[in-house]
């Protein structure tokens, strides 16, 4: 029998979890809100801190508030769903100092209030679900908390009305089956500008396949759909329409996205996103600028609307692609786009010009470890990088400064209401000398 211990939670850590003490070790709890007193069944003991699963709730927070999910604390999608707004914004807030405490030591500079998200449920355009059996028919759901079983689900709140419409046609095909298939992942795209999505299937077998053409001939919502198993298929257009800001009183630019492209999954706070970083860019319209891990052009297309010259550069050739031709479309001739890994491009770069303005970077949560050395060679005045992972967005920070850039502001930007993920978007300028952070 598993260890049953009394923990009060005293705030939440990165990743989601209550933190408390008992006998002098930390105690992570999931589930729970600072100001909880909890019985907790310990699953991990290490040398300096205890795991537990929440078992009963001794004495609620007045910060606790009833989740809207059936599935949470089951499903691994949510972490926070217990607190309110509110609440949640400030446990992110407190998580981001932690990951830059080591920066904060040694400088200064200002951490603006997050930038809430204008509905924190309702907004997630994009998401790939897993499947499972359960009374030998297919469900589809997402991975539990530390699981790779799926949960299964009927709704998920969080979803774009649009992508819950699409769910529910896929949960009924399932449902109308007599048996199991073949089917691993569905991947749901949307676009709320077109008002139509995309449906990603993976799987096997002539039942699969069957599915597949039913739903793109029947769905109105569907602008295409994607088979890919021992065999690819595809009907229809897997490009989606969405419209950005444009910079100052530039017309919106509207951009293609292909549905294995990355695309930010919530369109009000990417909007945002690129407002804010046309604001910082404070662009003249004769700048150099540079956006390493580009994607489809999500920044890259605004910015040449000010900028002189932009290139932009990610490893996605599709990606690459489809921003050339929306550069097109748009009339933006000042574009030069290269299918490169970042390192490689920031290379190329060099043999076109001595120096950049502007540097944009946009790194999956891996961080951008890799290109700083290649990017600190250019010498850009600037530097603007958007992270959605804290932790390697510290590191790099850090190494940043060893290489002459000094962070100036912090705007955290909440693109994941309910999970304890945080975009960020960092300012640096150039010191002119190394170690200078």
Not at 91 to 103: G, I, Q, T, V
Not at 124 to 153: C, M, N, P, W
Not at 225 to 251: H, I, M
Not at 318 to 326: C, D, R, S
């Amino acid at each position: 029998m598993k260890e049953i211990l009394t923990v009060d939670i005293e705030k939440i850590v990165y990743g989601g979890m209550g933190m408390g003490h008992f006998d002098g070790k930390v105690v992570f709890v999931p589930f729970t809100a600072p100001g909880d007193r909890v019985a907790a069944a310990i699953l991990k003991e290490k040398k300096n801190y205890l795991e537990g699963r929440l078992q009963t709730i001794e004495r609620p927070s007045a910060r606790r508030v009833q989740p809207f999910c059936r599935v949470f604390g089951c499903c691994g999608g949510c972490q926070l769903q217990h607190l309110g707004y509110a609440d949640q914004i400030s446990a992110k807030e407190e998580n981001l100092r932690d990951s830059l405490h080591r920066l904060l030591q040694k400088s200064h500079f200002e951490i603006l209030p997050t930038i809430p998200a204008p509905q924190d449920w309702g907004y997630r355009i994009r998401a790939q679900l897993k499947t499972a059996f359960e009374r030998d028919r297919t469900i589809l759901g997402f991975y539990g908390f530390k699981s790779h079983r799926a949960v299964g689900i009927r709704e998920c709140p969080l979803f774009h009305p649009l992508a819950d419409e699409i769910f529910r046609e896929m949960d009924g095909e399932l449902q109308g089956l007599k048996e199991g298939i073949p089917l691993w992942e569905v991947g749901i795209f949307v676009s709320p500008d077109e008002d139509r999505g995309i449906v990603h299937l993976t799987g096997d077998g002539p039942k699969v396949l069957k599915m597949a053409e039913r739903l793109s001939k029947k769905s109105r919502l569907l602008k295409g759909v994607k088979l890919k198993g021992r065999k690819t298929a595809s009907w229809g257009d897997l490009r989606l329409l969405f419209c950005v800001p444009g910079l100052a009183s530039e017309s919106p630019i509207r951009v293609q996205i292909q549905t294995e492209s990355f695309f930010q999954v919530n369109p009000f706070q990417n909007e945002n996103l690129v407002r804010k970083i046309g604001e910082w860019a404070l662009l003249s319209g004769v700048e150099k600028v540079v956006d390493f891990f580009c994607g489809a052009g999500n920044l890259t297309l605004p910015l040449a609307q000010k900028a002189g010259r932009i290139w932009g550069i990610d490893s996605d050739q599709t990606a690459i692609a489809t921003a050339k031709e929306t550069a097109a479309q748009n009339g933006l001739k000042n574009c030069v786009f290269q299918a490169e890994k970042a390192e490689r491009g920031g290379a190329k770069i060099l043999t076109e010009t001595n120096q950049i303005d502007l540097a944009i970077l946009d790194p999956p949560r891996a961080g951008a470890r890799r290109v700083l050395e290649g990017l600190a060679a250019l010498g850009p005045r600037k530097i603007l990088y958007v992270s959605c992972e804290p932790p390697t967005l510290g590191r790099d920070l850090v190494r940043l400064g060893e290489l002459g850039y000094k962070v100036t502001r912090i705007q955290p930007v909440d693109m994941f209401p309910q999970t304890y993920h945080l975009e960020v978007i960092a300012e640096l300028v150039n010191t002119g000398s190394k170690g200078d952070q």
